[in-house]
């Protein structure tokens, strides 16, 4: 069974462009969760979906940053324009909706912006 | 708001023996959940155990179990007979029961383990 698909993996991007990166969560889990890592502030919620629906945005910094959930087997997070700061790993996890699955994440995208 | 505190950056262990790393929380509900997750230099997310926080037993799975202490908030992770391969980040993290979905993250304590 595939996990979490992230891409792509490394994203190396100049101040101002708009990066995009991609999820798709485990086949038949209907929460999908975009996380963020850097060495300042941890690892910190940015969006969860529902269904397809976000439930929860409240961790998304800024205009800058939108998240998109088309169908169940792929979600986007778009920043537009990209910022130094935005330099980190973002994970994608996904599980099945309730308290007591786990989530899975994905290998995570190491995101540059020089 | 939740908050989740592990108040060791670092810690080391001898290869076979046994090292406690800690964590403490900060929540008004009663009833959740916490986790441990490992990062390995992979930066894959692995979790580890999980504790349901209606549930007096601690749970184990394998070398690990945890210390959880309701009243003082308190979640440690106790891994026995450390190997090479529980080098690693760990992390520990909190999920409100009935509430919202999105775990709440520590900081990450460094597990170093020495051959």
């Known amino acids: 069974d595939a996990g979490v698909i992230q891409s792509p993996r490394h994203e190396v991007t100049e101040m101002g462009q708009e990066v995009t990166l991609r999820c798709k969560p485990i086949?038949?889990?209907?929460?999908l969760f975009w996380y963020r890592q850097t060495m300042m502030r941890g690892l910190e919620l940015l969006i969860y979906?529902?269904?397809?629906?976000?439930?929860?945005d409240s961790g998304m910094p800024e205009d800058r940053f939108s998240a998109k959930m088309p169908n169940a087997s792929f979600s986007t997070l778009k920043i537009q324009p990209s910022e130094p700061r935005d330099s980190a790993v973002y994970f994608c996890?996904?599980?099945?909706?309730?308290?007591?699955?786990?989530?899975?994440f994905g290998p995570g995208t190491r995101l540059t912006v020089t | 708001a939740q908050t989740v505190t592990q108040s060791q950056p670092e810690m080391s262990v001898q290869e076979a023996e046994t090292v406690t790393l800690s964590c403490t929380y900060d929540?008004?509900?009663?009833?959740?959940?916490l986790f441990w997750y490992k990062q390995p230099p992979s930066r894959q997310m692995i979790l580890v155990i999980r504790?349901?926080?209606?549930?007096?037993q601690n749970a184990t799975e394998n070398r690990f179990s945890v210390n959880f202490q309701k009243a003082a908030k308190s979640f440690s992770l106790k891994i026995s007979d450390s190997q090479l391969g529980d080098a690693a980040m760990y992390f520990c993290?909190?999920?409100?029961?009935?509430?919202?979905?999105?775990?709440?993250f520590g900081k990450g304590t460094k597990l170093t383990v020495n051959p």
């Open positions: 504790q349901e926080a209606y549930k007096q």
């Open positions: 979906f529902n269904n397809n629906v976000p439930i929860d």
């Open positions: 996890a996904s599980s099945l909706s309730g308290d007591s699955y786990e989530q899975y």
């Open positions: 993290a909190y999920k409100d029961r009935g509430g919202s979905e999105k775990l709440v």
């Open positions: 929540t008004s509900e009663s009833d959740y959940y």
């Open positions: 086949s038949g889990h209907n929460s």
